[in-house]
């Protein structure tokens, strides 16, 4: 089952088009911040791979784009 998710691009934490790389990044950032952190991957880009913390989900903006979630940190 796959969940969407909207979020501001600029607000990311990381981004990069190896899953391993952003995942990696997402556990460095993790064990600085007690935050969920969610890993998701463009819907336009599939290849491109975003971090974002999971704080930044209440803040809506008119530059959202849709992500697809891929796992949860």
């Known amino acids: 089952m796959s ?3 909207l979020f501001n691009p600029g607000q990311a934490i990381a981004s990069s088009y ?13 064990q600085k911040s007690n ?4 890993l998701v991957k463009d819907k336009n880009d599939k290849k491109m791979y975003y971090v974002f ?5 209440e803040n809506h903006s008119q530059l959202n784009q849709k992500f697809q979630l891929i796992k949860r940190i």
């Open 18 to 30: 190896d899953y391993h790389s952003a995942y990696v990044a997402a556990q460095i950032y993790h």
């Open 35 to 38: 935050h969920e952190l969610l």
């Open 53 to 57: 913390d999971s704080a930044s989900l």
């Open 3 to 5: 969940e969407d998710i």
